[in-house]
């Protein structure tokens, strides 16, 4: 992959700080804020030289769309401007048909909004945010053109040239000022891979159990580890691996948006991605029960490990490892060296692991895969209806409730309460938890209410040019654009930021008016709190409604596998319901830790199942199976279709099943009974959780 260079200008800049000591914790941050000062210097210089109506707007569009990572910086930009263009359409539209009828007007602008929400909690990345903008666009235009609506396209134009101007900006000064070559993609990549592998091939992991006898099969799956029996340790490690993991899908759209070689490789991509993010369902307590048999499995262990030390010009070599480990497996039960159901078992997961890892690597790195045709993998995004609709509907309420408000009081700042309800409400339905963010977001803005007031009221009545202007600005925002890099107090600087824009009266020409000034304000606080109202009282968030609903997702999509005549292809699958499984997180992280471990435990079990019987399904169609061992595996797999329901059959049938094959003379027929055995003992390890009943109690946790 050619990657593009770093400009003279930025290689100077980090040359001539590079020796500085403090600059090597703080560089990134002071770095950043540099380029966004510099950017919104720019945009209110072209601001005020066109004489836009509002040259705040410029600035709040340089803050918003400033990203030190080019690629995120420009699909931000394309999104903002896409959204801002169907915003300022449908102001248009809304007040060309309801001028004369204000209620009409707050009806569909609050169903407007609502749509907004609902598609932004949808949407992914910042698609999302092409949402946002579509719904707030309305409110900024219209607030303007209230009193005279025939001035509503002017304002829509206005608005246009404000967002254009300050991508604009942000995009010469960012895209000239880069410091190094964007290089995130590959360090990613590479970070991911190690941690997955190490994980996997840690000393407490994957092939360091010894085996239990052959007859024991039952003592010994009875002294297996439950769920939710690891130390803490070692769940706060799988979890930042997931974050990391998942979090390398969003890095791969930012890198597509700035390399058009990424962008043409992005799909294989993101396969490789949710390949290995697919691996990580092996991370839990039942997974570290595999049999070791030195012959056979030494091999696959060292190709994990040394994995774990992966660059990507070595990857060609980790490659030919894990293919000649998993041949090692194959050719050891082909010629019945694996003996026993517990072996076989053992085995069969040691190979499907080995090809989890081979298929992820050679896709990010690029490299041939053992399949002859490579598929074209279209994967799927997880959509949370219930989670959108309440966003939907919480943000139908609470523009409803400010119009009204406005209605009934004829209050002069009305448009701006509106002006903060409606933007507030469409940037908190992005977040995954909205009611929780909805106190930060607002104590941002309410902490802009002081700094817009020394703001207004002692330096922008002493300033005699734009020098002194623009330096007012970057004193007051400096402080909100550092805590932006703050992982804790970023949603509050951001909010401090933005709507510190909002507060203040920089228009063209600048007009002081206190009573304006006090009464705006008064809007945000009414504002804010009208939100937290909304967000936490009226409709509050209700986690354990939310995990019940996402346990028996995965319950029901692990049951359609065994009836289903198409399944669909195995990554697709997967990554589908490791994202609930992510989301299944989320929602439980204010439980009690046991309860808390248990549950995402048996996610990640319930995950690994259905991969089991998507194997299952292929073995089954390839294999030359008596009728009788064809029979017993279908019993299994109408069973596993009735795992909602009963469970422990379930367990018995795939058992019985794979006693029946054991005996097979073929090498397919005894890795289809060794799968059968592993999913017995999976099932019967989380019954509760895939018959739903293991989050009954949740509503009183």
């Not at 699909?75 to 903002?80: E, Y």
């Not at 297996?224 to 998942?246: C, K, N, T, V, W």
């Not at 159901?341 to 690029?366: F, I, K, P, W, Y």
Request: charged share 15%.
């Amino acid at each position: 992959m050619t990657l593009p260079r770093a400009t003279p200008a930025g290689r100077s800049l980090r040359i001539a700080l590079g020796d500085i000591v403090p600059f090597r914790r703080h560089g990134p941050t002071v770095i950043y804020c540099l380029r966004t000062v510099t950017a919104i210097g720019v945009a209110l210089y072209v601001a005020f030289s066109l004489q836009l109506q509002a040259p705040l707007s410029s600035v709040i569009t340089v803050l918003i769309v400033a990203n030190p990572v080019s690629g995120a910086l420009v699909s931000k930009s394309v999104w903002r401007l896409f959204g801002t263009f169907i915003g300022a359409s449908a102001a248009i539209l809304l007040m060309a048909a309801f001028a004369q009828s204000p209620i009409l007007f707050y009806l569909a602008l609050s169903l407007w909004i609502g749509a907004a929400c609902v598609f932004s909690t949808l949407l992914r990345f910042f698609k999302a945010y092409g949402a946002v903008l579509a719904g707030y666009t309305i409110i900024i235009v219209c607030a303007s053109a209230f009193a005279h609506p025939e001035t509503v396209f002017l304002s829509a134009l206005s608005r246009l040239s404000a967002v254009s101007v300050g991508i604009a900006s942000a995009a010469l000064v960012f895209l000239l000022t880069s410091v190094r070559p964007p290089q995130r993609l590959a360090d990613a990549t590479q970070a991911t891979i190690r941690g997955t592998a190490a994980s996997l091939a840690d000393a407490g992991g994957c092939f360091r159990q010894q085996a239990p006898p052959a007859d024991a099969t039952e003592s010994a799956a009875a002294a297996m580890p439950r769920p939710g029996a690891l130390p803490e340790a070692f769940y706060d490690s799988r979890g930042a691996l997931l974050a990391q993991a998942s979090g390398l899908v969003e890095i791969i759209e930012y890198a597509a948006a700035d390399s058009y070689d990424v962008a043409r490789r992005a799909g294989r991509l993101r396969a490789g991605a949710a390949s290995l993010l697919g691996t990580l369902a092996a991370l839990h307590p039942l997974h570290r029960r595999l049999h070791r048999s030195v012959q056979d499995t030494a091999q696959a262990e060292q190709a994990i490990a040394a994995l774990g030390r992966y660059t990507a010009a070595e990857a060609p070599r980790h490659l030919a490892a894990l293919a000649a480990a998993h041949d090692r497996l194959a050719e050891s039960v082909e010629r019945g060296h694996v003996a026993g159901l517990a072996e076989l078992g053992a085995v069969e997961r040691a190979r499907d692991l080995l090809n989890r890892l081979h298929e992820a690597v050679a896709r990010l790195s690029g490299q041939p895969s053992r399949t002859a045709t490579p598929r074209h993998v279209r994967l799927r995004p997880y959509l949370d209806w219930p989670t959108a609709l309440r966003n939907g509907l919480r943000g139908c309420i609470v523009t409803m409730l400010g119009c009204l408000f406005w209605y009934v009081t004829q209050w002069p700042s009305g448009p701006t309460l509106l002006s903060y309800l409606v933007p507030a409400a469409c940037l908190l339905a992005t977040n995954p938890s909205a009611s929780r963010a909805s106190i930060d977001f607002s104590l941002g803005t309410l902490l802009a209410i002081p700094a817009s007031y020394v703001c207004e009221t002692l330096m922008l009545p002493q300033i005699t040019g734009f020098p002194l202007l623009l330096g007012c600005l970057v004193v007051v925002l400096l402080p909100g654009i550092w805590l932006q890099f703050h992982p804790r107090h970023g949603l509050r600087a951001f909010g401090y930021v933005v709507f510190f824009n909002a507060m203040i009266s920089v228009n063209n020409p600048i007009r002081f008016d206190d009573i304006a000034l006090v009464n705006g304000w008064l809007a945000f606080i009414l504002g804010t709190a009208a939100l937290v109202v909304v967000f936490r009282a009226v409709l509050p968030p209700n986690p354990a409604r939310d995990t019940e609903r996402l346990v028996a997702s995965l319950g029901r999509a692990t049951a359609r596998l065994g009836g289903t005549r198409r399944p669909p292809p195995h990554e697709v699958w997967e990554n589908l319901q490791l994202q609930k499984t992510l989301r299944l997180t989320q929602r439980v992280q204010a439980m009690a830790g046991p309860v808390r471990r248990d549950l995402i435990d048996s996610a990640f079990i319930s995950v690994e199942i259905g991969r089991d019987v998507l194997r299952l399904r292929l073995l089954l169609h390839e294999a030359a199976l008596a009728s009788g061992e064809r029979a017993a595996v279908q019993e299994a797999l109408d069973a596993i279709g009735r795992i909602r329901r009963d469970p422990r059959a379930a367990a018995r049938a795939t058992a019985t099943a794979a006693t029946a094959l054991s005996g097979g003379t073929g090498p397919t027929a005894r890795r289809i009974a060794g799968l059968l055995h592993e999913v017995s003992i999976l099932i019967d390890a989380v019954p509760d959780f895939l018959a739903g009943e293991a989050v009954t109690g949740l509503r009183r946790c």
